[in-house]
């Protein structure tokens, strides 16, 4: 198994550009969730999804959208990106509609200038 | 509000002097505590779920218990592979989990 992937490792974008974070796994999780870490903030939820068809808010869900066509992807779009979304993004999913061990891949750095 | 306090930020040891990690907690209706351990540059990995006050887990060198308050990560004559962030989370009525800032490890040789 792969586990969680996350594409791409790195990004760089100007301010008002569009772009999304990929997101697979192959374990047949139900369980899908967005994470930025930021120094000093610790681990946020940004979305998560319990189910193929199924979204939901976390704390910080302000300009990014997502979907969850299948049960492997759950892409990460960031509409017009500002500055204040330069993080490091990590995608993490879980067995069973619940975020218990949830297994986490290995992050997107991504700044926008 | 779900809220997750670690302490302390940082902590420096002597390979094989023994110590404890704290992660205070409030939250409505405990499902579960979760402790990960992060290593630079790369994605957290899952150490120990907690479920109710008085549970213990082992693995290798750490120790994690839980109160109804509070859980402790104890680590038993660390080495340097110890050193990393280890972080801990709390899920209650809702599918989110709530993590705390963590604890930056270093284990000197």
């Known amino acids: 198994n792969a586990g969680v992937t996350q594409t791409p490792k790195f990004q760089v974008l100007k301010t008002g550009q569009s772009m999304t974070l990929q997101c697979a796994q192959d374990?047949?999780?139900?369980?899908m969730s967005w994470y930025r870490q930021d120094p000093g903030m610790g681990l946020r939820l940004i979305h998560y999804?319990?189910?193929?068809?199924?979204?939901d808010q976390g704390e910080v869900p302000n300009g990014y959208n997502v979907s969850r066509s299948t049960t492997e992807d759950f892409p990460l779009r960031l509409l017009s990106a500002a500055p204040s979304q330069t993080s490091v993004y990590f995608c993490?999913?879980?067995?069973?509609?619940?975020?218990?061990?949830?297994?986490f891949g290995p992050g997107t750095r991504l700044t926008v200038t | 509000e779900d809220q997750v306090t670690q302490s302390p930020e940082a902590l420096r040891l002597q390979e094989g002097e023994s110590s404890s990690l704290n992660c205070s907690y409030t939250?409505?209706?405990?499902?579960?505590l979760f402790w990960y351990r992060q290593d630079p540059g790369k994605g957290p990995e899952f150490l120990f779920t907690?479920?109710?006050a008085g549970e213990e887990k082992e693995k290798e060198r750490l120790k994690a218990t839980l109160t109804k308050k509070e859980s402790f990560l104890h680590i038993t004559a660390p080495k340097p592979e110890d050193s990393a962030t280890y972080l801990c989370?709390?899920?209650?009525?809702?599918?989110?989990?709530?993590f705390g800032k963590g604890t930056k490890l270093t284990v000197n040789p």
């Open positions: 999804s319990v189910g193929a068809g199924i979204t």
């Open positions: 939250v409505s209706g405990l499902r579960g």
């Open positions: 907690l479920y109710s």
């Open positions: 374990m047949n999780h139900e369980y």
């Open positions: 993490a999913s879980s067995f069973g509609t619940s975020s218990y061990e949830q297994y």
């Open positions: 989370a709390v899920q209650g009525g809702s599918e989110k989990l709530v």
